[in-house]
């Protein structure tokens, strides 16, 4: 990428995210305020090491109780959102991380991989987490399954990477990773559109794994480096 396609690329993002973001930034807080106490923290040590890919507004890393947070992003704008707590890393997550080999506990993404701009960017991703995962860190995948809303995948415009909780798996053992959890249904689609359940009722749902086959639309593949 050159230099003017990047900033206008950096450009974009930022008019993406405060177009999808913003109007629902209180909402998307408090979700993820029950998301990260009552499911995603049992992935995280509070005193490990924890990045998260595609950190956007810092929902999640801004929330998660770890003992040193990272937070990776092309747009140059979720800087002035993360806590003073969090290391932002402004980069394309495909080029190498500036961080040494097995210093991480935990990799995180929610809703990102469908963003890159092809399988050869998610594989080179892949490939950096294992590297700096240390050995039986995890790598915490969240994202649409396209299997289980074929069309109202492409309803946004940034969407490139087409994936199921099989063919994420597939990619992520031949970067070396051993799978130790595969939901192919577990949240529901998106906060970004459509109306928005009561908050409590996020708790209830994470409470109630019956209702997550029939309800979910997103995977969760819980990825370890052996």
């Not at 509070?46 to 109780?65: D, K, M």
């Amino acid at each position: 990428m050159n230099r003017v396609t990047g900033i206008e690329h950096q450009d974009e993002l930022e008019r993406e995210y405060e177009r999808r973001f913003a109007p629902r930034q209180l909402y998307r807080h408090r979700v993820w305020t029950v998301l990260t106490r009552e499911f995603f923290q049992r992935y995280v040590d509070p005193r490990g090491t924890v990045l998260e890919l595609g950190c956007g507004w810092g929902e999640f890393i801004n929330q998660i109780q770890a003992g040193r947070k990272f937070g990776m992003d092309l747009n140059p704008a979720s800087r002035s959102r993360l806590d003073a707590a969090v290391e932002f890393l402004h980069q394309d997550c495909s080029q190498r991380w500036p961080l040494e080999d097995g210093t991480l506990d935990v990799v995180f993404t929610s809703n990102f991989f469908e963003h890159l701009p092809d399988k050869a960017s998610l594989g080179r991703t892949l490939r950096e987490a294992f590297r700096c995962l240390r050995p039986g860190g995890r790598l915490v995948c969240l994202g649409p399954n396209v299997r289980a809303l074929p069309g109202a995948y492409w309803d946004f415009w940034d969407h490139y990477v087409p994936l199921t909780e099989r063919s994420l798996a597939e990619g992520l053992e031949l970067s070396g990773f051993r799978i130790a959890e595969s939901r192919a249904r577990f949240l529901p689609y998106t906060m970004a559109r459509d109306r928005h359940a009561p908050v409590w009722m996020v708790s209830l749902y994470l409470k109630l794994p019956p209702l997550w086959p029939i309800l979910g639309r997103q995977f969760l593949v819980v990825a370890v480096k052996p």
